[in-house]
């Protein structure tokens, strides 16, 4: 079997190509199991899975636990709310103090940027991250990418625009890695204000018409806005950024041409995308969710293979 070029899972800027191939021909593998009758393989059964999730999350955090479940991975969940980082333990001597209980990987959401990297220097366990800041998601560009290739055949050549927030956005960062390794072209759209002044040196276009922006892609990757990130007011109101930046039906309609509308979650309806298209057939949204489970599933697998050997 084919691995990894990597022994942690930090950020898709440390991954190349083939690591990327990998996963997705791995995650083709597991896909096929979660959809049998018996989802369960006895892969991982000595290996222990620590969850460290220091905010708030869903998809994410049950989606990495069914994948180590499905697995037969042995799972401890540890929520920062209920721990003693409120008495103020330092985030290594929590993770130290995991680990003495003999846990072989760690998979970690953080709010700091690079916090799974400041981690993986410090402690010897495999490090998965699922999130840190603003910074990265690489779990989330991986399974986006997944779903391009399985909806239109490749990503190589297809024109993805992301719209919404990309400022404050761990999953924007971590898709233009990842679809600019996979050949794809890019674009960011949005308010001036929610875009980051260098984007472009990513090789990224930048447009801030949304309507020419959907006429360009042959898949729009919707993004909240980030309120919790931020500590001033980015845009005049939020139905202002509605009416500017929000998908609806008459928009779509307009088009003249079909495209493929994606959302990493949590969706916020009527902001930056109505019901309406969120649950229109041009919608892969829970494709997303499905196909999640067997990226996940695809990642711990291959590298739980590297703490075995």
């Not at 875009?195 to 959907?214: F, Q, R």
């Amino acid at each position: 079997m084919s691995t990894l070029s990597v022994n942690h899972l930090l950020g898709i800027k440390y991954l190349n190509k083939d690591d990327i191939n990998i996963i997705f021909e791995t995650a083709d593998h597991f896909k096929s199991v979660i959809n049998r009758p018996i989802k369960k393989v006895p892969s991982l059964r000595d290996i222990t899975i620590a969850n460290l999730f220091f905010e708030n999350s869903t998809r994410t955090k049950l989606s990495f636990e069914i994948a180590e479940k499905r697995l037969s991975a042995d799972v401890i969940n540890f929520s920062a709310s209920q721990s003693s980082l409120k008495k103020g333990e330092t985030l290594i001597d929590t993770v130290n103090n995991i680990l003495s209980m003999k846990v072989d990987m760690i998979v970690m959401r953080h709010p700091n940027p690079g916090a799974a990297d400041f981690l993986q220097q410090h402690v010897n366990a495999t490090i998965i991250n699922a999130g840190d800041g603003s910074h990265e998601h690489p779990t989330q560009a991986l399974l986006d990418s997944y779903s391009i290739r399985e909806k239109l055949g490749s990503v190589n050549g297809k024109k993805v625009v992301i719209i919404g927030d990309i400022l404050h956005s761990r999953v924007a960062l971590s898709n233009i890695y990842a679809l600019k390794l996979l050949g794809a072209k890019i674009m960011v759209c949005g308010p001036q204000s929610l875009i980051p002044k260098y984007i472009s040196e990513l090789g990224v276009l930048v447009e801030n018409d949304l309507i020419k922006a959907l006429n360009w892609c042959d898949v729009a990757n919707m993004l909240r806005v980030q309120n919790e990130r931020m500590e001033i007011s980015y845009f005049p109101s939020v139905r202002e950024y509605s009416q500017q930046y929000g998908l609806t039906k008459p928009i779509i309609d307009s088009l003249n041409k079909e495209i493929i509308i994606m959302h990493p979650g949590p969706i916020n309806r009527g902001v930056e995308i109505t019901s309406e298209i969120a649950d229109s057939e041009n919608a892969i949204i829970l494709d997303q969710v499905e196909n999640g489970v067997a990226i996940r599933m695809a990642i711990i697998y291959l590298l739980a293979s590297k703490i075995k050997s």
